[in-house]
Structure formats: structure tokens, C-alpha cells
């Protein structure tokens, strides 16, 4: 089972570019999170969605854009690279967003923006 | 402000002992609170809590929640060096599902 899978595994980027991450899930999962983990912060959600077509902002969204154009998956995207985006990324997906069912996460893209 | 803290952030220990990892929570419509344990890559699930006094139990960890001191806390007797991990608190709240993270407590189990 493949589960949730995130694209690209690294990057290194310079200040200023742009680019994409992916996730992707094979359980057929309403809701869907991004989150960036730095040192002795803990996760913190970007954004998230309940659904296809549907996105909304986290607790830290700004200099990031999501898009859920299909169930499967969800894109997260910098516009404009900042070194303070420089984190450890997660996605994750639950099947409810009531609170009754856990969140399954991806492996995580580490991204540094130098 | 909705805040989760786990204590202590870091603890050594050594095998075959027991420890008690704290969270504490402070949020508006709280709906249930989580652990995951996270080695190298994606924190995994280990236990959802909805009621207070109810324990959950999986081999040697265990966890319960106390909402009226808003609390839970996770054991895990007879230590081995594979539970050395950084263990995640965190709480949904509101809807959606968002969950609201501690800053975790890294573990280390000595041979």
C-alpha cells in the first residue's frame, strides 16, 4: 500500500524561484494537510482542504498556494522562495475531518532555499 | 490561543526502564487528542483519545485522557532501543480536522 506519497524527496532551491510539491494518496481520502516542521517547533499547518476542488488557510499560509484539482491530489506551491522557507514538509490526509479518524502522512520533502 | 506543550522535550533513558510523556492542551472545540511517534521520516499513528479515563493500549505504550485538567499522557514500561523516537502530541480542534501540534519529546533509549 502506497499510502501517502510526496514528490520530490529533497530540493535545493535558490531565493526567488518557484516550484512545486506533490502529494498524493491512494485511500480515497476526503481531507487533505499540508505542514512544515522546523527545529523545536513542532508541525504547523499551511494550508488544508475537505475536499476536491476545495482549499483553506492554516495557521502559517503565507508565501504559499494549494490546489486540489483531483481527490488524489494535493500541490503546494512557492511562488517566490525565501530562505525562511527552508523546512521539512509534510502532507497528510484523513478520511474524516471530525476528529474521529487519525491523519496518515507522506514521507516528507525536505527543501532548503539558500 | 490554542496551544498544545509536551514535557519533558528530551529524555535519556535506559533499557528496560519506564517513562510517562506529558501534553497539555489549551484549545477551543477540542474534539480529540493524538499521538505519533516520528523516527527519521513520517510521524506514525499510535493512539486517538476521545474520552477521559478511558486507556488505550498497544503492546508495551499506553495513553489516557484527562479533559478535565486537560491532559494525557503516554508510558511506555520495558524501554527497548527501537522506542528511541521523537514522540508528537497534537489535538484536533474546530472543523476540518486541523490538528494543532506540541513540540514533541525526543526519546532516547540507552543499551
Known amino acids: 500500500n502506497a499510502g501517502v506519497t510526496q514528490t520530490p524527496k529533497f530540493r535545493v532551491l535558490k531565493t526567488g524561484q518557484s516550484m512545486t510539491l506533490l502529494c498524493a494518496q491512494d485511500?480515497?481520502?476526503?481531507?487533505m494537510y499540508w505542514y512544515r516542521q522546523d527545529p523545536g517547533m513542532g508541525l504547523r499547518l499551511i494550508h488544508y482542504?475537505?475536499?476536491?476542488?476545495?482549499?483553506a488557510k492554516g495557521e502559517v499560509p503565507d508565501g504559499y498556494n494549494v490546489s486540489r484539482l483531483k481527490k488524489q491530489n494535493f500541490l503546494l506551491g512557492l511562488e517566490s522562495a525565501a530562505p525562511s522557507q527552508t523546512s521539512v514538509y509534510f502532507c497528510?490526509?484523513?478520511?474524516?475531518?471530525?476528529?474521529?479518524?487519525?491523519?496518515?502522512f507522506g514521507d516528507g520533502t525536505r527543501l532548503s532555499i539558500l | 490561543e490554542d496551544k498544545v506543550v509536551q514535557s519533558p522535550l528530551s529524555l535519556v533513558v535506559h533499557e528496560g526502564d519506564t517513562v510517562t510523556l506529558n501534553c497539555s492542551y489549551e484549545?477551543?472545540?477540542?474534539?480529540?487528542l493524538l499521538w505519533y511517534k516520528q523516527e527519521k521520516k513520517a510521524p506514525t499513528f499510535l493512539f486517538m483519545l476521545?474520552?477521559?479515563?478511558i486507556e488505550k493500549k498497544s503492546g508495551r505504550l499506553s495513553s489516557i485522557l484527562d479533559k478535565k485538567e486537560l491532559f494525557s499522557i503516554l508510558n511506555i514500561t520495558a524501554t527497548q532501543t527501537g522506542d528511541s523516537a521523537v514522540y508528537l502530541c497534537?489535538?484536533?480542534?474546530?472543523?476540518?480536522?486541523?490538528?494543532?501540534f506540541g513540540q514533541g519529546t525526543e526519546l532516547s533509549v540507552k543499551p
Open positions: 482542504s475537505v475536499g476536491e476542488g476545495t482549499t
Open positions: 485511500m480515497n481520502h476526503e481531507y
Open positions: 497528510a490526509s484523513s478520511y474524516s475531518g471530525s476528529g474521529n479518524q487519525p491523519q496518515h
Open positions: 484549545v477551543t472545540n477540542f474534539r480529540s
Open positions: 476521545t474520552s477521559s479515563g
Open positions: 497534537a489535538v484536533v480542534y474546530n472543523q476540518g480536522g486541523k490538528l494543532i
